[in-house]
């Protein structure tokens, strides 16, 4: 769900309009939430409590950093769009790696009980593929009847999530 949001808030800032766009972002969200819950299957137990201490510090800061974005560029007048595409190179990798450090918890956690991995990490990653590509069609749209204030929402969300992981973490939830 959180690639879904994040793909809906992407999705508003007009710069995944094509379906190259769309799909590269979306198989990476699905590619990275299936390879971060084998990740922790492999790592098992022994590094569960080092990564619980900061991987939601982690997702907090590079959502912040891609939200502040969004909505520098949808309060900025003279800009379309963010110039980063958030389809490519190092937004998309922290797009992914923000989103998908629950699913490394969740491969450690599988580990931990002795549950089988590959089938459930290819259902979580088809799974977010899938609504990823909704996401960022939603958003596209949304983005084209509201314009750039669908943009600084877009990136209030994206800076939602990150405090909704720390607040879970934290146990606030």
């Known amino acids: 769900m959180d690639a ?3 793909s809906l808030g992407v999705g508003t800032s007009g710069q995944a309009r094509d379906l190259r766009s769309r799909f590269r972002m979306a198989f990476h969200f699905g590619i990275f939430q299936s390879l971060m819950t084998l990740l922790g299957w492999l790592l098992g137990s022994t590094i569960a409590n080092f990564i619980n201490d900061f991987d939601h510090w982690v997702a907090l800061a590079l959502l912040s950093y891609v939200g ?4 520098r560029s949808g309060l900025n007048k003279t800009s379309d769009r963010i110039t980063a595409d958030p389809s490519r ?3 998309l990798v922290m797009l992914c790696v923000a989103t998908s450090l629950d699913a ?7 580990a931990m009980i002795h549950a089988p991995v590959v ?10 593929m899938t609504l990823s590509g909704i996401g960022l069609v939603t958003g596209t749209h949304l983005g084209e009847v509201f314009g750039k204030r669908m943009e600084v929402l ?7 999530i990150g405090l909704e992981i720390v607040a879970s973490h934290l146990g606030l939830f």
């Open 4 to 6: 879904f949001a994040v």
């Open 119 to 128: 089938m459930p990490s290819l259902v979580i990653g088809l799974v977010c």
């Open 89 to 91: 190179g190092r937004t």
């Open 104 to 110: 490394l918890a969740v491969g450690l956690s599988m």
């Open 68 to 71: 502040v974005t969004m909505i």
């Open 154 to 160: 877009g990136g209030i969300i994206l800076i939602g």
